[in-house]
């Protein structure tokens, strides 16, 4: 996974994770699977050809794999810095190739369009659902009929109707 942004609140270039029982102290999984953040804002250690000692995996025992100059590439590239290098210039061609393909960009555009709309009901339920609540709280604590509590929230004559249906 390739991160901007600092994860759990970690600064270091790299942050790994492994497999461990959260009820049993030290017990492991067995299966030697290292989760491997990479973080293109991090600001101790260094990923890739600069590593000058790559640090042994906890607990498993072997060093970690070893990183080249193109991951280094790479992690710029995601950065927002130019493509450089074979590796990440031949994924900055394949991203350019899709951007440019039609059917691809079609299927991106009804994807974004998509999320909006589901975006757009998410926050219209989580407003209702707040609206509910509060003419529910003022009716048990102040004492309110619900008409006087959808004045008082402003709610607009044309939804009361709905509200009152859900109260």
Request: proline fraction near 4%.
């Amino acid at each position: 996974m390739f991160l901007m942004l600092h994860l759990f609140q970690c600064v270091a270039d790299s942050t790994s994770f492994t497999n461990l029982c959260h009820e049993q102290n030290g017990l492991e999984l067995g299966d030697e699977t290292v989760k491997i953040f990479l973080n293109t804002k991090g600001t101790i250690g260094e990923v890739g050809a600069k590593s000058a000692h790559p640090a042994p995996a906890p607990t498993l025992g072997h060093p970690w794999p070893s990183v080249d100059d193109d991951i280094d590439k790479f992690l710029a590239y995601v950065d927002g810095k130019a493509a450089e290098g074979e590796f990440t210039q031949d994924i900055a061609a394949e991203v350019e190739r899709l951007k440019q393909h039609n059917e691809t960009k079609v299927e991106y555009m009804t994807l974004m369009m998509e999320l909006k709309e589901q975006r757009r009901e998410g926050y219209d339920e989580g407003k209702e659902s707040e609206r509910v609540s509060s003419i529910r709280n003022l009716m048990e604590t102040v004492g309110w009929t619900a008409q006087q509590a959808m004045d008082a929230l402003k709610i607009p004559a044309s939804e009361q109707e709905k509200y009152s249906a859900l109260i």
